[in-house]
């Protein structure tokens, strides 16, 4: 059974940095590519990231680009976001889900992990 | 980018009945690749459809879906009542894989 168990989440100030993180298990990590995808309260599915199988490749939306950088550790199988200059608007769940195939392009989302919670406020 | 428009933004039918759910894609999506989630409150969103028509594993055949090019639609032929929830469109077919705004299926 496929599992991702989002962690790290809470509460940082304006212009903070955050490390979240996401346990998987259940499938071969290492070959498939990953994503972060957020949603804020109350609102719809944000796209954040994605990283390719061997971490090789990655790709930003326009809203994180710069502050945020993703990263994996395949001997871990963990997934990672490290957020700095966090603003309000970065204040959602953010969701740990696996790609369907290897390369983070053409390939549907078929697993989610529960969430975890960031909330950017002094 | 292609960007998705989802309607109705908000459904009210009872069980038992019909539900069609609509996403329009602002450029052609590429061999189909389109998906549907379904998320309920407090819980994650799950895969629902995969390449525009594809159900995945565990879906209940009550859900379909269909379309391509610039159109697509999601299609619940008998409501249960754990089908009320929020449902989502999703391009892969380019970078980035952006979500439509999804269209609340609410009891009537």
């Known amino acids: 059974e496929v599992q991702l168990v989002e962690s790290g989440g809470g509460l940082v100030q304006p212009g903070g940095s955050l490390r979240i993180s996401c346990s998987a298990s259940g499938f071969t990590f290492s070959s498939y590519a990953m994503h972060w995808v957020r949603q804020a309260p109350g609102k719809g599915l944000e796209y954040v990231s994605s990283i390719g199988n061997n971490g090789g490749s990655t790709y930003y939306a326009d809203s994180v680009k710069g502050r945020f950088t993703i990263s994996r550790d395949n001997s871990k199988n963990t997934l990672y976001l490290q957020m700095s200059s966090l603003r309000a608007e970065d204040t959602a769940v953010y969701f740990c889900v696996k790609a369907s195939r290897a390369s983070y392009s053409l390939g549907y989302f078929d697993y989610w992990g529960q969430g975890t919670l960031v909330t950017v406020s002094s | 980018e292609i960007v998705l428009t989802q309607s109705p933004g908000t459904l009210s039918l009872s069980p038992g009945e019909r539900a069609t759910c609509s996403c329009r894609?602002?450029?052609?999506?590429?061999?189909?690749?389109l998906a549907w989630y379904q998320q309920k409150p407090g819980q994650a969103p799950r895969l629902l459809i995969y390449g525009a028509s594809s159900r995945a594993t565990g879906i209940p055949d009550r859900f379909s879906g269909s379309g391509s090019g610039t159109d697509f639609t999601l299609t619940i032929s008998r409501l249960e009542p754990e089908d009320f929830a929020v449902y989502y469109c999703?391009?892969?077919?380019?970078?980035?894989?952006?979500f439509g705004q999804g269209t609340k299926l609410e009891i009537k």
């Open positions: 894609a602002s450029q052609s999506v590429s061999s189909s690749y």
């Open positions: 999703q391009q892969y077919g380019s970078s980035p894989g952006l």
